[in-house]
């Protein structure tokens, strides 16, 4: 059985908005981040390293497949979901801009996307249809992966496939650099209001 460990990025200056096809490189703050994490994974025994095609996400994985010594490929599905017009806004600024719509999103999530942006639906099926050739490519070769991307891909492989809720999976990937150890063998567990 073959672990995939799925990575949060390190910090951005777009930390505290929503950043999802935003492409901003790592701050000051975040390249420390990458140092420490390095470290933290030197334990591991990695074989390749994949990674979003976004700069945070591919700058945090190239640090790492080169501290490995490892391959890294880039795969668009592994991006962070499309905020449309809320991309670089802060909560404080969507309110201000649209409350009545603000109040509708948060009410009805996941399912209302944010304005001219990806449907939770059509972004969980990408992460989902992903994860399943990350994991057949784990299972094919025996390997161990590191997989780089951003918060929401982790929260959808731990509420979708380890069956946390969203409160758990929100505590889980709050920290940039945050880790999600997934055994490639795991498949779909039922989570309440989700729909595939």
Same mark, same amino acid.
């Given at each position: 059985m073959s672990e995939i460990l799925f990575i949060r990025h390190a910090e951005t %200056?777009?930390?505290?908005?929503?950043?999802?096809r935003s492409d901003?490189?790592?701050?000051?703050?975040g390249?420390?981040?990458l140092v420490e994490l390095i470290n933290d994974l030197s334990a591991e025994n990695l074989d390749v390293v994949y990674s979003s095609d976004l700069r945070r996400a591919h700058t945090t994985a190239r640090g790492?497949?080169?501290?490995? %010594?490892r391959d890294?490929?880039?795969r668009s599905p592994l991006r962070e979901i499309d905020f449309g017009q809320w991309e670089g806004l802060s909560w404080k600024e969507i309110e201000l801009r649209d409350e009545t719509y603000a109040r509708r999103w948060i009410a009805e999530y996941p399912r209302l996307p944010a304005p001219g942006g990806e449907s939770f639906s059509e972004f969980e099926r990408r992460v989902l249809d992903e994860v399943k050739f990350l994991s057949m490519e784990a299972e094919t070769e025996g390997?161990?992966?590191a997989v780089v991307t951003h918060a929401g891909v982790l929260r959808t492989v731990l509420c979708v496939l380890h069956g946390c809720s969203d409160d758990e999976a929100w505590e889980q990937t709050r920290p940039y650099c945050s880790i999600v150890r997934h055994s490639s063998a795991i498949s779909y567990v039922?989570?309440?209001g989700v729909t595939l």
């Open positions: %200056d777009m930390a505290g908005t929503f950043c999802g901003p490189e790592l701050n000051v703050r390249q420390l981040q790492i497949a080169q501290a490995f %010594d890294c490929h880039v390997r161990r992966i039922p989570h309440v």
